[in-house]
Nanobody
Framework: QVQLVESGGGLVQPGGSLRLSCAAS????????MSWYRQAPGKERELVAT????????NYADSMKGRFAISRDNAKNTVYLQMNSLKPEDTAVYYC???????????WGKGTLVTVSS
């Protein structure tokens, strides 16, 4: 039973920071590239950031580059998303995704809601 459980979402003021966590179980975590996606009301799901299975490479959507940082701790089977300088347009449900680096099978978490508002 593969499980991805996001946490750390909540209400934050514009300009504030938040760190999301995604804890994985039921898989060999080091074999999976990890990503964060988000989906705002009425919009399509979009990629936020990706980190390779060993943590040696990261990629960001242009709008998030410089404000967000993805990292992982393979010893803890956890991937993180540090979000700084948050804006109201960052409000969305944030989802964690695991994709096997070879087989390319993918798993999704249920999401955590981030609301940026004063």
């Amino acid at each position: 039973q593969v499980q991805l459980v996001e946490s750390g979402g909540g209400l934050v003021q514009p300009g504030g920071s938040l760190r999301l966590s995604c804890a994985a179980s039921g898989l060999t975590f080091s074999n999976y590239a990890m990503s964060w996606y988000r989906q705002a009301p009425g919009k399509e799901r979009e990629l936020v950031a990706t980190i390779s299975s060993a943590g040696s490479s990261t990629n960001y959507a242009d709008s998030m580059k410089g404000r967000f940082a993805i990292s992982r701790d393979n010893a803890k089977n956890t991937v993180y998303l540090q979000m700084n300088s948050l804006k109201p347009e960052d409000t969305a449900v944030y989802y964690c995704k695991a994709e096997h680096k070879v087989i390319r099978i993918a798993y999704w978490g249920k999401g955590t809601l981030v609301t940026v508002s004063s």
